[in-house]
């Protein structure tokens, strides 16, 4: 968005609040109206940060549990805006009607022009957090449309597993339990580390692994590969080769199956 665009969106915020606050002062909203003005007040600013393709302020806007469903990247970029949202040049709304909040919780209806598409009308849902309003949806926005690094995902992937098998040699039952997913956890019912000896019924002594980085298979935030691991003793060793699941959550590749533990 053009500075001069971004002034213009500036001075609708101030011209909306304006008009709540009037309401509120002539009695029309109370506590309600209250509500109404600091909704407005947060979904202007996401809107003029996506505006203005800022990548930092528009991440301080979204609530934790929007991050994490989302898949949100820890840096924003321009480029990931524009891939989520498109280029937003302008946006409209009415404080009377656009606005509806119950309790902890607002929708916001928007009409957004955005660059290269007609304008179309999409729902903002925000929810109170510790006093502060964060945006916990936006139709608008799909973040599985921006642009993936495939090269830089594998590598990712490649140095989780690696990290992971590594702790599996090693017995580092923490490193382990920190990187199972909270599916995973659920599934087996694991509330907390392993003792060295139920790691050891569950996993037994492993020499060395191998996979190939080459075979790595990647999708909507999910990556799969086959692992051999050689398991027993100096001249007594068996492999087992079987196909592992990771996940991605935040910036984290996290294993969400891993057949080599037997309960």
Request: charged share 25%.
């Amino acid at each position: 968005m053009k500075k001069r665009s971004a002034v213009m969106a500036v001075s609708l915020l101030c011209f909306l609040l304006a008009a709540v606050l009037l309401r509120c002062s002539c009695g029309g909203g109370g506590a309600n109206g209250v509500k109404n003005s600091q909704v407005l007040e947060a979904a202007a600013a996401f809107l003029d940060a996506c505006g203005n393709l800022e990548g930092e302020a528009v991440r301080s806007f979204l609530s934790q549990e929007y991050l994490q469903s989302n898949q949100v990247p820890e840096s924003i970029t321009a480029e990931d805006i524009i891939a989520a949202l498109g280029q937003l040049n302008s946006y409209r709304l009415a404080p009377d009607t656009d606005i509806k909040v119950e309790g902890d919780r607002a929708v916001v209806t928007v009409n957004l022009s955005i660059k290269g598409r007609e304008e179309k009308e999409e729902t903002l849902v925000l929810r109170r957090y510790g006093g502060e309003w964060k945006v916990d949806g936006f139709t608008a926005m799909n973040w599985a449309s921006r642009p993936v690094d495939d090269k830089k995902e594998r590598v990712g992937v490649e140095e989780a597993l690696r990290d992971f098998l590594i702790a599996c040699i090693d017995k580092d039952t923490a490193y382990i339990y920190a990187h199972l997913s909270e599916g995973y956890r659920k599934k087996y019912r694991l509330e907390k580390p392993w003792t060295a000896a139920e790691f050891s019924g569950i996993f037994g002594t492993a020499r060395s692994y191998d996979f190939d980085p080459d075979q790595i298979s990647l999708q909507d935030g999910e990556a799969w590969v086959d692992v051999t691991i050689e398991f027993g003793s100096r001249g007594n060793l068996e492999s087992e080769t079987a196909e592992v699941l990771l996940i991605k959550r935040g910036n984290d590749w996290l294993i969400d199956a891993f057949p080599f533990f037997i309960y």
